[in-house]
T-cell receptor
Framework: DVKVTQSSRYLVKRTGEKVFLECVQD?????MFWYRQDPGLGLRLIYF???????EKGDIPEGYSVSREKKERFSLILESASTNQTSMYLC????????????FGPGTRLLVL | GENVEQHPSTLSVQEGDSAVIKCTYS??????FPWYKQELGKRPQLIID?????GEKKDQRIAVTLNKTAKHFSLHITETQPEDSAVYFC?????????FGQGTELSVKP
């Protein structure tokens, strides 16, 4: 069974803070993703990585950065958190050369005050 | 650009009725169409998928149909049960990327 874990289920941060969200997968998947989930907007891709130290911007990368130093770990960084970044953040991973069949983590609900 | 439209955004049915969720995609290069189910407070999980060389796929009470010409695909749930209540996401894969629809919140009333 594929297991994708995220470091926190709930986070409360203040405007301007630097925020780190961590994701770990245990299936040696090449691809990892960070999504943001908001009601009525579905799952929007922030960044993805197809290999260690490789990353590509998704649809809404502004205000975010990522880091992938090890294959199993993909971090999402909010350099200076803002209230409009209050959301549910979902990490996912998938094997192979395409983005098919993604396995999701449980999500981190972030509240920025 | 690449886009997946999903309808309806909310759907309420009586237990035992059927539910249908429809998605349209813009890029004819899409060749893989998964459906994810997200129960309240839980992670999205793949429930069924279909490839472009197949018109229909069925797994017990759920089925997916694909019309490549019209660029739309649908999820059909028969004999709905309260545990089918969830948010359902469709997705398409234009040129290797996975693009999700906006989601449908299905409520099955006992």
């Amino acid at each position: 069974d594929v297991k994708v874990t995220q470091s926190s289920r709930y986070l409360v941060k203040r405007t301007g803070e630097k925020v780190f969200l961590e994701c770990v997968q245990d299936m040696d998947h090449e691809n990892m993703f960070w999504y943001r989930q908001d009601p009525g907007l579905g799952l929007r891709l922030i960044y993805f990585s197809y290999d260690v130290k490789m990353k590509e911007k998704g649809d809404i990368p502004e205000g975010y950065s990522v880091s992938r130093e090890k294959k199993e770990r993909f971090s999402l960084i909010l350099e200076s958190a803002s209230t409009n970044q209050t959301s549910m953040y979902l990490c996912a991973s998938s094997p192979g050369q395409t983005q098919e069949t993604q396995y999701f983590g449980p999500g981190t609900r972030l509240l920025v005050l | 650009g690449e886009n997946v439209e999903q309808h309806p955004s909310t759907l309420s049915v009586q237990e035992g009725d059927s539910a249908v969720i429809k998605c349209t995609y813009s890029d004819s290069a899409s060749n893989y169409f998964p459906w994810y189910k997200q129960e309240l407070g839980k992670r999205p999980q793949l429930i069924i998928d279909i490839r472009s060389n197949v018109g229909e796929k069925k797994d017990q009470r759920i089925a997916v149909t694909l019309n490549k010409t019209a660029k739309h695909f649908s999820l059909h749930i028969t004999e709905t049960q309260p545990e089918d209540s969830a948010v359902y996401f469709c997705a398409a894969t234009p040129r290797g990327k996975l693009i999700f629809g906006q989601g449908t919140e299905l409520s099955v009333k006992p």
